[in-house]
């Protein structure tokens, strides 16, 4: 994100980066992340596009201030306070951001492509980098591990947010379940004989205890546990 944060001719007093920003979020919770412009920002603010052009030199590097705004606006766990508590934290940690994205459907889309352009990521990935490495890990496996984490979580709520319009809010759980266990229900069991049988935890594939499921053992396979 490039900012010009020196003062200049014109500029209205009351704009400042923070009020940018909150318009430039607003548009993207509302309408996502195709509807905002530089020129629609303004509009929200009551300014000509160039006080936009003042902070932010395009509209790539406002979406990146956005994401750096969402991402860092997610309630993360509180640090893992001993070597046994690696594993909790990490699951702690990807259920707070599955939790986080999934509350923002608007956004998810461009927090999965801007995530690397986001302060915030990168401060998160070298925290849970300095605690893999307290732990003992080599930086090598917890480069492999920390990105596998990313996949996981982030690969999870983009399938997951893909069931309903961003435009709609998120169905309630136990209804998206319903409607997925419609969905193999109506399957031939001829053709899908085994889907067939297991069609309850399929449609379970979007609950909290599959994504911990899965994130444990990702968790467990990859990270060393001794010193």
Not at 198 to 209: M, P, R, V, Y
């Amino acid at each position: 994100m490039t900012l010009d944060t020196g003062h200049h001719r014109g500029r209205p007093r009351s704009l400042t980066v923070d009020a940018v920003v909150d318009a430039a979020t607003t548009i993207v919770e509302n309408q996502g992340s195709a509807a905002l412009t530089i020129r629609r920002c303004a509009q929200t603010l009551g300014v000509a596009p160039n006080a936009i052009y003042t902070y932010f030199r395009s509209k790539d590097a406002l979406l990146d201030a956005v994401a750096d705004r969402l991402l860092s606006a997610i309630e993360l766990p509180a640090e893992p306070t001993g070597d046994d508590a690696l594993t909790d934290w990490l699951i702690d940690l990807g259920t707070a951001l599955r939790i986080g994205l999934l509350a923002q459907p608007a956004a998810t889309t461009l927090l999965s492509t801007r995530a690397q352009q986001a302060n915030s990521s990168w401060e998160l990935g070298e925290r849970i980098l300095r605690h893999m490495a307290h732990r003992g890990i080599t930086d090598d496996d917890a480069v492999r591990a920390l990105y596998l984490f990313i996949v996981y979580v982030v690969g999870s709520v983009m399938l997951e947010s893909a069931e309903w319009p961003t435009s709609d809010p998120v169905p309630a759980i136990e209804t998206r379940i319903t409607s997925r266990r419609q969905i193999v229900d109506a399957l031939s069991p001829e053709e899908f004989p085994i889907t067939r049988r297991q069609g309850k935890l399929i449609a379970n594939w979007i609950s909290d205890e599959q994504f911990v499921w899965g994130l444990r053992r990702i968790i467990t396979a990859t990270i060393r546990t001794e010193h």
